[in-house]
């Protein structure tokens, strides 16, 4: 059984990140290189020449195709060859692994499995992104040295906003509320309402409370790997738990899609929306540089636990509660590598 | 067979290394994280949350406990979990493993194997460190990449003195003498007399003699890996090889703990003890700098034979006269992890 | 069967890098320490103290012998141990590998194979290096991150420098012209000219040529890993090709010789004869750094292409016309192997 999801969509980059200029990045242990043609189209190619296996991200884009910087062989946006310099003919078996991509939300997404199953309805639907009434923030990547099932445990887990984000987003208050749980198919959802407490820092910063606030914790999750982190945070007692609107709040929303790249290292590609202050420019910085930094407290303490899983593989764990939404997330994954282990080779069989 | 003697003490760090603010090292493979309660007790734990396996060591004190920084889960000194947020119920295996320890000497010692057989009196017997007519030099510890118990063939080797410490304490008058080497019960002596000769330049520069010099080396080996090498200059002539005492001496000890981190490296703790101008911050300094360079000559030799023995580790050898005590030693250690072995699991079902 | 050929003369070093002060080099997965006596003979010796493995090249050299810096034992140039201090009983087996060296070419050959095999004839007859019509530039070595067979491909491949070499020797016209491969035993040679072309920018530089040119690329193989690259531009039309001489062109080759150090790593080795402007400085200076920039324009495509290689080690690769030559070379060098294969342990029993 695969240590990942082949049959799904990832986030290969930012769309600024593919450009006419060959990118290298690999995904699921397997080296691709991103550009995209004159037309605009986002290519993805294996990231190896099949003369002599030099990364084809080392040549250049002519054209329509990539040129491989040594012999100088040519590809297209299909992984054929269409040069080779020298000779006429053009072998049948000259031909690299092209992967499926679509761009989607200001990302460019990679199918790394069977190309004949790739279905753009699997990308999740985060149509914030693209509505009028949201601001989209895009912040560059971050880049951690764990599976990147962990991230996925570390984004439906709430409770260590307390401990890792004290000083940003969390409260100790957090773990004295309870947590729900539910399931709708491959998606699960976990929500916390913290009642009647101060606002965290960053959010009273943003939302001014005079007093307390009533605070709702969201996160769904949609499998492979993409997290949705909602944080609403309302004047205490003006009803936002049981539903009412018109009251005074402050919406917003993180979008995790972390990539793997092999079983112990992720390209961690996230955004942000928010339905507050949408033009304000300065406020827009001041998120983006916030949050962003929250999530680099995530990655100092996914790097450490990583490294500590490595040095010690087999150490026993123990469950405690809390951990109901990841654990569930994580039986959702398993049962798609299993069901994906049983058909026959998916991902061999596409590179015929 | 373990590559390393679990049922001993060694030495985890000097007092001032155990604070309230956790700090992690491995002994033997193992993580661990130590720190010191309220009350002054130096604690040490495995550094990995039996949750979800982050380092305790980037957790903090709370009170006599040390509070993971990832969930907030918090042990007491015993490894025992008394606290998990969001939860009254402590599951009975939410522990950690706990390891004995004791102040001794200015070092926090601690006992890797099994706790029932943790005895005090195996800690070796360096009465000079707490005696009021020596002074106690305690320099930091070195790291090195080397099994540890090439220090120890190292400490028992008085003749690479006059190639490694050629210009601080060695002289190449040295391997004209004989070594003599005697065993007692588990400890191993080496003693070597140097008659006549000038003394080396560290001790000259020490000593002051007018001229040449009588010189002891002798090394005791405390099994599994504790070495006093004692020396000691005097005039020549003046009886110091019989045993005639009232003459003009210098007596300077230094004794060695390395501990083991992993097979092929080491926490090099040693400290210095000596009989003359014990009062004097100047000398006291000049000694510190002066020996600890001399370590750090060995290294930088124990590093490059390490890299070359696990770039060929079938390579053949010879022995040589001066092996006598180190090879001595050797054999000790080795019907120690043997006889170790013969327990059954003393470890893991000391965990239990 | 051995990744290396192992019955053959490697080039060790520079004669300039070989001095009293010993140089530790690896070789064929073997370290070697270098060092000169004083009457000016090479040694090459396993750099493995026999005693406890500490590497020779961190001792020093005395009169005729090497001084093992940890216990100083003495090697002579034929490995034999002639001293252990502290005892006059030298043991037979004191003794470490001694390699074949001889100096030819301004270089220090080494012979890591069977003593007694070792045959100077082998060495490559590059005569032009010692002819006072040619002048001899000797650059510092480079390291590559790849195997020494890839370096083999590379100089038998002409057609890389339309892409790799481009601004400097390569045109993009290079790749209309065919290759003629033939074989002289176990040389391996390639050919191809060029006629009427522009000459290639570093050529024009030292050409001056006033309209097109004819070129003339030849390659010559000697196994298992010496090619001399031969470049001849003349002016078009003079009859280069047809081989009349007295026109006016300019000469060079390139000599390399690429060690071996690990399986993925090498030690290379090259120089550069010309027969114009053989006195001129500037010109000599300006050859050696133009060049030496096209051989680090490789070494960049080298460490690239056996980087990808290591990743993914069984992946599948296609032949194209150009890699006649090179292929061509890899069977010579398959069949050494094999054939050494054929013999009983060459190495061991020369080691006894």
């Known amino acids: 059984m695969s ?38 189209k986002p290519v993805a190619l294996e990231d190896r020449c099949c003369h002599r ?27 054929k060859c269409v040069e080779i310099p020298g000779q006429d003919m053009i072998p049948k078996n000259a031909r690299v692994r092209s992967y499926p991509t679509v761009e989607k939300y200001g990302w460019v997404w990679i199918w790394m499995g069977d190309p004949a199953l790739a279905d753009l309805s699997l990308i999740p639907n985060w149509w914030w992104c693209e509505h009028k009434d949201w601001a989209f923030i895009k912040p560059d990547l971050l880049y951690i040295n764990c599976n990147y099932e962990l991230v996925t445990d570390n984004l439906l887990d709430v409770t260590h906003l307390a401990y890792v984000h004290l000083t940003s987003i969390g409260t100790s208050a957090i773990t004295d509320f309870p947590i729900n749980t539910s399931r709708d198919g491959d998606k699960v959802r976990m929500t916390r309402w913290v009642i009647d407490r101060p606002a965290p820092p960053m959010y009273q910063k943003f939302g001014q409370f005079p007093g307390n ?13 993409f997290c949705v982190n909602f944080a609403q945070v309302a004047d205490t007692g003006t009803g936002a738990p049981e539903g009412q609107s018109g009251t005074r709040r402050i919406e917003i929303m993180a979008l ?3 990539t793997p790249e092999t079983e112990t290292s992720t390209h961690y590609f996230f955004g942000f929306v928010r339905n507050f202050g ?26 450490s636990q990583q490294q500590r899983m490595t040095q010690m593989p087999n150490a026993p764990e123990i469950d405690i509660k809390v951990d109901g939404p990841p654990n569930l997330a994580r039986l959702v994954v398993k049962r798609m590598k299993a069901a994906e282990a049983q058909t026959k080779a998916p991902i061999e069989s596409a590179a015929e």
């Not at 600024?16 to 995904?27: G, I, L, N, Q, S």
């Not at 195709?65 to 299909?78: E, K, M, N």
């Not at 606030?213 to 790997?225: G, H, S």
Request: aromatic share 12%.
């Open 256 to 258: 995790s899609a972390p």
């Open 278 to 303: 949408i033009h304000d420019d300065e406020l827009h910085k001041m998120v983006q540089t916030n949050f962003t930094n929250v999530f680099k407290e995530d990655v100092d303490v996914l790097n």
């Open 53 to 79: 296996h030099y990364p084809l991200s080392k040549g250049k884009c002519v054209g329509d195709t990539i040129q491989c910087g040594y012999h100088g062989l040519r590809f297209d946006a299909d992984g």
């Open 213 to 225: 606030a009533d605070r709702c914790q969201m996160v769904e999750f949609v499998p492979p790997a």
């Open 3 to 40: 240590t990942f999801v082949n049959n799904a969509w990832y986030v290969a980059g930012w769309d600024r990140e593919v450009t006419e200029t060959p990118r290298a990045r690999m995904f699921l242990n397997q080296p691709v290189v991103l550009f995209r043609t004159p037309d605009g």
